[in-house]
């Protein structure tokens, strides 16, 4: 009588059983990782926006109190239209961007290894430097240089920029697609690189000139590149704190009045307000939207594909 290679062993456990546990002893430390600073979290927000808590005090229960007071709060209003105005801009202005850069820089023109790398510089740069030069470049009154060119090239009035709430969301639009735009031009680029070349020619055959060959074979080509990076930007746009906090936060209250966002509310109303319970039931909702807006994403894109 045979013996089953794969039961045979010595202890408590056969060698199927040895495996399985190296194997999952490779997957733990993630896990585990994952449970404790994701997972863990993202449930115990599920339940805090249903209770009223400071991080003292017990829990108290209040339903969906928290969502209306939501709804009924001006502030948290504003930061729901700031960041949707913000990513209504910023998506498709980086969109064209990225994609006319990742056109550019993939013809074969000299140093464009070096532009590629300029041009992608900014996503890699500590968001503390590159913010503390674009403040020097967007200072306020007459002595930065964008306000310079302003006055000088177009004879225009300078401008306050981060420093005004009539600018300060442009200031961080323009801010946001320059640090982003070449990280979706690599993106771009790796796309346009798995076109087919003999498309172009055959499209060159019948007489195709630049613009069409753009409209007919470059831009379908990209379709399944497009979708990736309005997905990810749309969720990095909702997702944004870091670059409102370094250009508009701070002692000058500009982030307070006309560019508070989503997870800028949030953190406010958990970390300086205490309010646990209402900041849980503003990140219930932003999850809500963002969850939406993908779906909907999908939908188009499936859609799209049928046709």
Known sequence: MRSNPEAAGTGFLNRQQKRTLVAYSFIAPNFIGFAVFTLGPIILAFIMAFNEWDGSNPMKFVGIRNFIDLFTNDRFLASLKNTVVYSLFTVPLTLV??????????????????????????????????????????TPGKGGLMNQLLMNVFHAEPLKWAASPKTVMLTIILFSIWKTMGYYMVIYLAGLQGISEDLYEAAALDGANTIQKFWYITLPQLKPTTFFVSVMLTINCFKIYDIVYMLAGGSNGVVNKSAMVLVYYIYEEAFRNWKLGSASAASLVLFVIVLIITLIQFKFEKNYAND
Request: hydrophobic share 65%; charged share 10%; aromatic share 16%.
């Open 97 to 138: 961007a990225a994609l006319a850069l990742a056109i550019l820089l993939n013809q074969k023109i000299k140093g464009r290894t070096f532009f590629r790398t300029v041009t992608f510089f900014p996503y890699v740069a500590s968001l503390v430097a590159v913010a503390a030069v674009w403040n020097m470049l967007f």
